[in-house]
Structure formats: structure tokens, C-alpha cells
């Protein structure tokens, strides 16, 4: 049977390729599958301990079983609107606070928690001159809105929005907005903060960052 696997980020760029087709026999699981992978391209040895597999957008253990269609997706470690925009998405145009703010606000909230992520001119020693995001994107939006769900059970009355860029920023630009509200300001602190936690571990978005020693992928292995 015939399986469609897709590559981001870094490792798109050391295969030279987004995405291939790979046969694997009838009752092969994802272990199986990167068996293959790995014997084929001998650059993903270095990646095997640090990957994140999903099949089909949904996250998966090694021996999850494969069919005939399927598409497997070789995800790298992550870098870690207003009423008529969905509360968690991805944009390709400068971000608006107030888009986010608006997607949380009600009379019955009675504290409102913003997180703005901003890009630096510098990271560990050196001197950035710009970031480029990637995302899987259908999963993205799927994982933040998953994390988002998450949070407003766990905290009562607790509203969340986030919004990430994709694309290519300049210094000083936005790249993450969340905006957590809540009928108590305790919830609300509690809720922003572990909402921007849980998206910089478990959606996969990718960092690219450009400096004036050249340019690597942050949080890649391998």
C-alpha cells in the first residue's frame, strides 16, 4: 500500500523536498514506515529521538497502524479575530491586538490577561535580522484549538484567542498573540500563561532564525 509522508521545516530543507510517496506492506505501523524512511534518507538517523509523528493531523504513538492513503507527517520539535475571525488561527498579515481581545471580552469577564510575542534583535550572543515562521497549518489551527478547548475546562468561565504569523518577520514585528479572560483575574493569569506554554511545546510551528552568521532552525535535532 501506497502512503503520502510530509516533511517541515528543517527537515524540508535537508531532504529537498516537501512531501514523497513510500510503500509499505499491508499491516505496517508508523515504526515500520520510518524504518523505510530512515534506510532511504540517511539524514533522518539524526532526527528519529527528537520527531513528532502525526497521521492524518492527529499526533501518534510509533505503533499506530497504517492504511492504504494515509498521510504521515514528519514533524520537527517546534520553536518553541474579532467575532467574525476563528479564536485560534494563523495569518499570514501583521496581527491585531484588538481582533484578539475582542474574541474574549463579555460583560460577564471581569479580567482580561494579554500575552504579545515580539521579535528580538538578538538571541544568545548574536544579532538577528529577521525570524521566517512555517506551520503544518490544518494541524496547527487543529492543536491550538485543542489547547484552547483544554484551558477553558480547566479554568470556569475562562475565555482564550490566539493568533500566530507564518511567513517572514522583521524585528520589532508580532508574532504571537493571546488574549485569556475570565470572570477572576487569577483565572485569567493562569489561563494566558499556561495557554502560550502549551502552544510553544505542542503546535507545530517552526523558527527559522537569520542573523549575520547565517541562518539555522531553532529547536531542531540532528
Known amino acids: 500500500m501506497l502512503i503520502r509522508v510530509v516533511y517541515f521545516a528543517l527537515l524540508r530543507e535537508r531532504l529537498g523536498a516537501a512531501e514523497e510517496t513510500l510503500e509499505v506492506n499491508p499491516g505496517a505501523t508508523v515504526a515500520d514506515a520510518m524504518t ?50 476563528p479564536r485560534c488561527r494563523l495569518s499570514r498579515e501583521p496581527l491585531v491586538v484588538q481582533e484578539v481581545i475582542d474574541a474574549v471580552t463579555g460583560p460577564e469577564q471581569g479580567g482580561l490577561v494579554l500575552f504579545c510575542g515580539m521579535v528580538r534583535d538578538h538571541n544568545l550572543g548574536k544579532q538577528i535580522v529577521r525570524l521566517d ?3 503544518y497549518d490544518a494541524m496547527a489551527v487543529r ?11 480547566e479554568h ?52 527559522k532564525e537569520f542573523s549575520a552568521d547565517g541562518s539555522e532552525w531553532l529547536g531542531g535535532g540532528g
Open 36 to 85: 523505510r524512511l530512515v534506510a532511504r534518507h540517511e539524514v533522518l538517523s539524526g532526527f528519529t529521538k527528537s520527531l513528532l509523528i502525526a497521521v492524518n493531523q492527529a499526533l501518534v504513538p510509533a505503533d499506530f497502524p497504517l492504511h492504504d492513503g494515509d498521510e504521515l507527517a514528519l514533524l520537527p520539535p517546534v520553536s518553541g479575530g474579532s467575532a467574525n475571525l
Open 133 to 135: 515562521y512555517e506551520a
Open 143 to 153: 492543536a491550538m484549538t485543542t489547547i484552547a478547548d483544554a484551558i477553558m475546562a
Open 156 to 207: 470556569a468561565g475562562a475565555r482564550i484567542a490566539m493568533v500566530h504569523r507564518v511567513g517572514s518577520l522583521r524585528i520589532g514585528d508580532l508574532a504571537v498573540i493571546i488574549a485569556a479572560s475570565a470572570p477572576h483575574r487569577a483565572e485569567a493569569f493562569a489561563a494566558c500563561r499556561s495557554a502560550i506554554e502549551r502552544l510553544k511545546k505542542e503546535v507545530p510551528i517552526w523558527k
